[in-house]
T-cell receptor
Framework: ETGVTQTPRHLVMGMTNKKSLKCEQH?????MYWYKQSAKKPLELMFV???????ENNSVPSRFSPECPNSSHLFLHLHTLQPEDSALYLC?????????????FGEGSRLTVL | QKEVEQNSGPLSVPEGAIASLNCTYS??????FFWYRQYSGKSPELIMS????GDKEDGRFTAQLNKASQYVSLLIRDSQPSDSATYLC??????????????FGAGTTVTVRA
């Protein structure tokens, strides 16, 4: 098993669809993150969960809804997205629960909104 | 003002040369600095971390930190075609900040030509 796995790797959806991205980490880490990566832009932090509790919600529109049922799994539920939401969505985990720069990323889910 | 700034490149260097990447940051209280490498179509991977002023060497990579001038750099010696990637600079906020936000630069794309 690789450290952080994401599914699906590619997703195409219409603006009225509902879909979910899944992330699983096999590293025994205590914190998990969702990042958005758009072309030529810095990685944008969306959500942080520390020990299954959301500790950061970086002004993300409500059409993105995270869920962390346990310390190994993280979901991002998507509904009524906009074309500008098309991007690479990266899940990451870290060992510690405080501020850290040592993140382990999954391979990402490439989302296209039509 | 962007929190973390990098030249987007592309930076083209011949095989065997030194690639020099620069990064500046705005939070003077920042204490932790990181370089991630991201191959095309892949996720970011941590390659270097540096916490103190001066140089830190790891194989062909050297990170340099100058807190007074608020810049951190990455040198890649004896550049190889396999070093062709986008390099992301990341900075953890200073202790006065209460969030988990690891600030990323937009990345510098490096191309090593054979």
């Amino acid at each position: 098993e690789t450290g952080v796995t994401q599914t699906p790797r590619h997703l195409v959806m219409g603006m009225t669809n509902k879909k979910s991205l899944k992330c699983e980490q096999h590293l025994g880490h205590n914190a998990m993150y969702w990042y958005k990566q758009s072309a030529k832009k810095p990685l944008e932090l969306m959500f942080v969960y520390s020990l299954e509790e959301r500790v950061e919600n970086n002004s993300v529109p409500s059409r993105f809804s995270p869920e962390c049922p346990n310390s190994s799994h993280l979901f991002l539920h998507l509904h009524t997205l906009q074309p500008e939401d098309s991007a690479l969505y990266l899940c990451a985990s870290s060992r510690g629960t405080g501020a850290t720069g040592e993140l382990f990323f999954g391979e990402g889910s490439r989302l296209t909104v039509l | 003002q962007k929190e973390v700034e990098q030249n987007s490149g592309p930076l083209s260097v011949p095989e065997g040369a030194i690639a020099s990447l620069n990064c500046t940051y705005s939070d003077r209280g920042s204490q932790s600095f990181f370089w991630y490498r991201q191959y095309s179509g892949k996720s970011p991977e941590l390659i270097m971390s540096i916490y103190s002023n001066g140089d830190k060497e790891d194989g062909r990579f050297t990170a340099q930190l100058n807190k007074a001038s608020q810049y951190v750099s990455l040198l890649i010696r004896d550049s190889q075609p396999s070093d062709s990637a986008t390099y992301l600079c990341a900075v953890v906020p200073g202790p006065s900040s209460n969030d988990y936000k690891l600030s990323f630069g937009a990345g510098t794309t490096v191309t090593v030509r054979a």
